[in-house]
Every structure is written in structure tokens, then in C-alpha cells.
């Protein structure tokens, strides 16, 4: 069983940047592979981003890939994203997700409750 509680989100200008962190609870963090995903409203969810379990390998979305990056912090539990240049579009609540297999939320276990990420142009 994992938890999972993300941090970070705010109101920010279009350009910025903005580090979100999700802490997660459980003895087997180290051994999920860690996702990101957002929600605008009125849109489904989509997937952001993913780290497997070593951090070795990332995958992105083509809608962020060189703006943002995935990382994680396998000793303090923690999975962060680093989302720079932002645009007005970036604007959604980010949810932080474990175990997942692939791009597709349905693969993915465990869900944290989001962060607001507003970006003003």
C-alpha cells in the first residue's frame, strides 16, 4: 500500500517555473515505477510524465517533453517535477501516481489528491 501527497502547485506567470514534489508512504516506494498526470477542466486526465523505479529511464509527454523533468528521491520517498517555461495550457490540477505500466491512468495503482498549478498569461 502506498499514499501518495503532492506539494507545490501555485499560481505562477506564463515563462516561470515551478518544482512539484509528492511524498509517498509505504516500506516498497523504491520499487514503483512513479508517474505524473494532470487534469484540465473539462478534459480528461492525461499523463505527463514517468520514472522507472531506479530513475534510469523517463518518458514524457510530447507536450512537455524539454520543458519539464521527472526526477525521484528513492531514500526520502519522494518523486518531484520540474516544469519550466510554463504556458497558460500548462493549467490543471498535477496528480502524482505509483505503480504504474504505461501512459495509461488505468495502469497506474495508487493516486495522490493533486496540486492546482494556474498559469497566468
Known amino acids: 500500500q502506498v499514499q501518495l501527497a503532492e506539494s507545490g502547485g501555485e499560481l505562477v506567470q506564463a515563462g516561470d517555473s515551478l518544482r512539484l514534489s509528492c511524498v509517498a508512504s509505504?516500506?516498497?516506494?523504491?520499487?514503483?515505477?512513479m508517474g505524473w498526470f494532470r487534469q484540465a477542466p473539462g478534459k480528461e486526465r492525461e499523463f505527463v510524465a514517468s520514472?522507472?523505479?531506479?530513475?534510469?529511464?523517463?518518458f514524457y509527454a510530447d507536450s512537455v517533453k524539454g520543458r519539464f523533468t521527472i526526477s525521484r528521491d528513492n531514500a526520502k520517498k519522494t518523486v518531484y517535477l520540474q516544469m519550466n517555461s510554463l504556458k497558460s495550457e500548462d493549467t490543471a490540477v498535477y496528480y502524482c501516481?505509483?505503480?504504474?505500466?504505461?501512459?495509461?491512468?488505468?495502469?497506474?495503482?495508487?493516486w495522490g489528491l493533486g496540486t492546482q498549478v494556474t498559469v497566468s498569461s
Open positions: 509505504g516500506r516498497t516506494f523504491s520499487y514503483y515505477k
Open positions: 520514472i522507472s523505479w531506479s530513475g534510469g529511464h523517463t
Open positions: 501516481a505509483a505503480g504504474g505500466g504505461s501512459v495509461s491512468s488505468s495502469s497506474y495503482a495508487y
